[in-house]
């Protein structure tokens, strides 16, 4: 049963800071890993989707890295604003083609201090 | 277009009730999945369907049924409702592309509680 773990579980940086989170996954037969951005009480936006063949994706100030080997991730958001306080999750889809749903980790809540 | 929409945003139920949770998109999206999210449990998915006729059990089925007649709706049904059953309820949609599954598209969930 595949696993994901999500470090740290809580942030808080001063604004413009560059950081990382961290995702580990136990099963590396994955199909791909995605991250996402949830807040208060909302549901979820999807930031960067990697696909296994794929080493890393890039959107604007975030720079996501996949390291199928060792089980790993990381989500790097650079100058970080106070806009991007939210939790961010990652989650990885299974062997079956991305088509049988998705395991989560438990995310990691960022606040950035303006 | 509205993507994915869940009705009702809120509910509230009592022991024993059943209801059914809507959802729709209109992305013409192959693939969508329920998933539940409870506090330091996470997101966890519930059923999910490849195709219109076709539904699958995830991690935590029990208590819930699911139907995909058509390719836009995928309804979520609580059969006799329990309080354990207190959770958030998400649905997503995806769709096969050319370097296989795309992006998740969640809806902005329904807020269930069971008295």
């Known amino acids: 049963k595949q696993e994901v773990t999500q470090i740290p579980a809580a942030l808080s940086v001063p604004e413009g800071e560059n950081l990382v989170l961290n995702c580990s996954f136990t099963?590396?037969?994955?199909?791909?890993l995605q991250w996402f951005r949830q807040d208060p009480g909302k549901g979820l936006t999807s930031l960067l989707l990697i696909q296994s063949s794929q080493r890393e994706q890039t959107s604007g100030r975030l720079n996501a890295s996949l390291d199928k080997s060792s089980g790993r991730s990381t989500l790097y958001i650079a100058a970080s604003q106070p806009g991007d306080s939210a939790t961010y999750l990652c989650a990885a889809s299974g062997s079956g083609g991305g088509a049988d749903g998705l395991t989560f980790g438990k995310g990691t809540h960022l606040i950035i201090q303006p | 277009n509205a993507g994915v929409t869940q009705t009702p945003k809120f509910q509230v139920l009592k022991t024993g009730q059943s209801m059914t949770l809507q959802c729709a998109q209109d992305m013409n999206h192959e693939y969508m999945s329920w998933y539940r999210q409870d506090p330091g449990m996470g997101l966890r998915l519930i059923h999910y369907s490849v195709g219109a006729g076709i539904t699958d059990q995830g991690e935590v089925p029990n208590g819930y049924n699911v139907s995909r007649s058509t390719t836009e709706d995928f309804p979520l049904r609580l059969l006799s409702a329990a309080p354990s059953q207190t959770s958030v309820y998400f649905c997503?949609?995806?769709?096969?592309?050319?370097?296989?599954?795309?992006?998740?598209?969640f809806g902005d969930g329904t807020r269930l509680s069971i008295l």
């Open positions: 997503a949609s995806s769709y096969l592309g050319v370097q296989g599954a795309s992006e998740e598209h």
């Open positions: 099963d590396s037969a994955i199909y791909n």
